[in-house]
């Protein structure tokens, strides 16, 4: 079973993963964690994306989609991904698709965290002092979720006609929304 989970940054997706990694023995492929890493490893990539993240930008299409095609080449993880923050442009959503078919597999659900700018920032704002992430000051917090929004939304429109898309008010606590997955997924 594949799995995207979609929504802002701070709607939750990071925290869901970790419970459906446990539950269906997968990976999480969140792509701002391995861009983290590249940074880290001051790698080639890492030199060539660390003003965007810092600046709460989109890191381009080309540097995610190849970590992505890593992943769905991986035997080992096939048919165990969770995606987290991926795809978020329609140019990913494409490319992910065709990466499905090309390692023939398909997502099964999209679970969409849906959640207010007002909630967002409470939480990122306490993950900031939990995390301590460099790329979570307020101003950063405030453009990551406007270039979401803006970017996002004709993912949303290309997900949405989908039968195995699901909302999910990502305001809830994080008990109930995991219980709606759960029940989505019929464990
Ligand atoms: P996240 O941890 O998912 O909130 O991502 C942190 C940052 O990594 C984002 O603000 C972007 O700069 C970058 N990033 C993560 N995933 C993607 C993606 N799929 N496409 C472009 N940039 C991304």
Do not use: C, W
Not at 79 to 91: A, C, M, T, V
Not at 112 to 127: A, D, G, P, S, Y
Not at 160 to 165: A, L
């Amino acid at each position: 079973m594949n799995i995207i989970l979609f929504g802002p940054p701070g709607a939750g997706k990071g925290t869901q993963a970790k419970f459906l990694v446990k539950k269906i023995n997968g990976f999480q492929i969140s792509t701002g964690n391995m861009l983290r890493d590249e940074i880290q490893k001051n790698s080639e990539i890492g030199k060539k994306i660390i003003n965007d993240m810092n600046d709460g930008k989109f890191v381009s299409d080309q540097i995610v989609n190849n970590l992505i095609e890593k992943i769905t080449l991986d035997t080992s993880k096939k048919n165990k991904l969770i995606f987290d923050g991926y795809p978020r442009s329609l140019s990913q959503a494409k490319n992910l698709e065709l990466l499905m078919n090309n390692s023939n597999q398909k997502i099964d659900f999209i679970f969409f965290l849906n959640v207010n700018k007002e909630t967002i920032i409470k939480r990122i704002e306490k993950r900031k002092v939990l995390e301590k992430r460099t790329d979570d000051d307020l101003s950063t917090i405030l453009k990551r979720y406007d270039t979401y929004m803006e970017t996002t939304k004709p993912v949303l429109d290309f997900y949405s006609k989908n039968p195995n898309f699901y909302e999910i008010d990502g305001s809830h606590k994080i008990e109930d929304i995991t219980a709606k997955i759960e029940a989505f997924i019929k464990f």
